[in-house]
């Protein structure tokens, strides 16, 4: 895969590529970008084969509901969602050989719902990123009694479409996010604030499936559902639950 140099879009889809994970990586220091991580399955995720999800986006009017299934050993990409005009589309694809309208129309959402489902995970896997450990604070969202930690993470300020994207990640206890700030280009006041919630695990890997909160003031709400982790060697997908 491309190098990473990742933005985040809830509604565009702002991601210009994704990094292959190396097995190495989870061998290094064990810092703030590895407990998350870790907390998440990190460490069994060269086990992973393929994973499924639906990503699902409703914000006032705007809704939107697109399934993926990702062939994470061979970066094979299967979509099955609507296109523009709202009609049936189903397309399966290699990403190191993308047509010019899968570039154009499909891969960028792909991108922008894997960072939803595996976020964590790109912690260790960007290498890029700036990742701060700001001490304890309180959720923003009030969802959480007592103090949790506020991780800054921050894109750099060239390459992708909104260069110097950072987020707030609010981790509790066990270094699983409970909530987050998004700052688009790095502004000071949050362009969206959500709940991390719903844990489920399938197989090795723990998801947060329920995220809820504001994004430019206004109500929004994500969801992924049909999540499952198929294993290298298995014959049929796990559930999450």
Avoid at 37 to 46: E, I, R, V
Avoid at 179 to 192: D, V
Avoid at 205 to 221: E, K
């Amino acid at each position: 895969m491309s190098r990473c140099f990742v933005r985040f879009s809830l509604v565009s889809s702002l991601f210009a590529g994704l990094l292959l994970p190396s097995a190495s990586l989870a061998q290094e220091k064990p810092d703030i970008r590895h407990q998350i991580a870790d907390a998440y399955g990190l460490g069994s995720w060269s086990n992973v084969d393929q994973i499924r999800y639906t990503f699902n986006f409703e914000a006032g009017p705007k809704k939107a509901a697109r399934s993926w299934t990702w062939e994470v050993k061979t970066d094979k990409v299967t979509f099955e969602g609507t296109d523009a005009a709202g009609k049936p589309v189903k397309v399966s694809y290699a990403r190191a050989s993308m047509p010019p309208d899968v570039v154009k129309d499909v891969d960028p959402n792909f991108i922008n719902d894997q960072y939803w489902a595996l976020f964590p995970f790109h912690l260790v896997w960007d290498k890029d990123i700036t990742v701060e450990d700001k001490g304890m604070t309180a959720d923003p969202t009030g969802k959480t009694k007592g103090k949790v930690r506020k991780v800054t993470v921050t894109y750099p300020k060239t390459g992708g479409y909104t260069p110097g994207d950072m987020y707030d990640l609010f981790v509790g206890a066990d270094n699983r996010v409970v909530a987050w700030n998004f700052h688009r280009g790095g502004e000071a006041k949050p362009t969206l604030t959500v709940t991390w919630a719903d844990y489920k695990t399938a197989g090795p890997i723990h998801f947060s499936t329920d995220h809820r909160g504001t994004y430019t003031g206004n109500p929004i709400h994500i969801s992924l559902t049909g999540v499952a982790v198929k294993l290298v060697g298995a014959s049929d997908f796990v559930a999450a639950k």
